[in-house]
């Protein structure tokens, strides 16, 4: 299972600024009584928290080709450990249930919750003291590091990101791993025009195996899926901690208090183990 939906990815590039229909809901995840409902705004308008009797349509956004976190399949439908995650989550809200998911770029998702055009991100986003000070975080609820990818059977295998000196590098926009993109040239290793900057992974990593660039700095989990199904290899990490969180607006102590009791939740009745088995399962 896992590996399927880690090998089907391959077609997803990652949207911008489309909305996209969730896949009906994956086996294993959604054992609950059938009743979910997907609200829809339905006259085009997103991101207006719409309150019906007592339960509160939230609209999560996302930023795909970050599998198996969240990604465009083969068949158009946005998927991942995220999306299930999320709606496994709100699920267990008394009073919250999932609107319409917007696919934005990962640089813009907290701008879109600060003005209203999402209520919650769900991105694999690492809890750091910079995004604290302008959103607020749920519990952290996965675990990664930093890897450098290369392409698979070629002469350039670093080891250190000092074997990495004066190679142009790749990262997406935004990420933290374009913040160790960046420490490499404040430390001089790389030059600014060897540090190459994408909107998606997606598309850092075929300039790899296309020879444009040498090699990509992405999180852990998501450079094994790669690993997977492309031609590339980790050829070190970097440790560097990181965890990730929902992110929600500052002051929406309510919605992040109903989201951490979600995902504890979750985890407790076996859900949360359900879909990292789902999704992560090693090869
Ligand atoms: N964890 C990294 C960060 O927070 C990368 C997240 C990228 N997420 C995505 N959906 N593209 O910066």
């Not at 929600?248 to 879909?275: C, I, K, P, W």
């Amino acid at each position: 299972m896992s590996e399927s939906n880690r090998r089907t990815f391959l077609k997803s590039v990652g949207g911008t600024g489309v909305a996209l229909t969730v896949a009906g809901c994956l086996g294993g995840g959604g054992d609950g009584d059938g009743s979910t409902t997907t609200g829809t705004t339905g006259d085009g308008t997103t991101g207006d928290t719409t309150t019906t009797e007592d339960v509160t349509t939230i609209t999560p956004g996302t930023a795909s080709g970050f599998p198996p976190f969240e990604f465009v399949n083969e068949s158009g439908d946005l998927v991942g450990f995220d999306i299930d995650l999320l709606s496994a989550v709100v699920e267990q809200t008394d009073g919250y249930e999932l609107g319409s998911w917007e696919d934005l770029e990962f640089n813009q998702l907290i701008v879109a919750l600060q003005n209203d055009n999402i209520d919650v991100v769900a991105a694999a986003m690492t809890i750091n003291e910079e995004r604290d000070q302008t959103i607020d975080f749920t519990d952290p609820y996965y675990d990664a590091n930093q890897a450098v990818l290369v392409r698979e059977g070629g002469s350039f295998q670093p080891e250190s990101t000092d074997d990495l000196a004066d190679h142009p590098v790749g990262a997406q926009s935004g990420t933290t791993g374009k913040d160790q993109m960046d420490a490499l040239v404040e430390e001089g290793t790389i030059s600014s025009s060897q540090a190459n900057t994408y909107e998606n992974y997606v598309l850092a990593v075929q300039d790899l195996a296309n020879g444009n660039i040498d090699a990509v700095i992405v999180d852990t989990p998501v450079a094994e899926t790669f690993v997977a199904n492309r031609d590339v290899v980790i050829s070190f990490t970097i440790e560097t901690g990181e965890q990730y969180g929902f992110g929600v607006r500052e002051n929406d102590d309510e919605l992040q208090s109903a989201l951490n009791e979600g995902l504890q939740a979750v985890q407790d009745n076996g859900t949360y183990a359900e879909l990292t088995e789902e999704w992560f399962a090693s090869e």
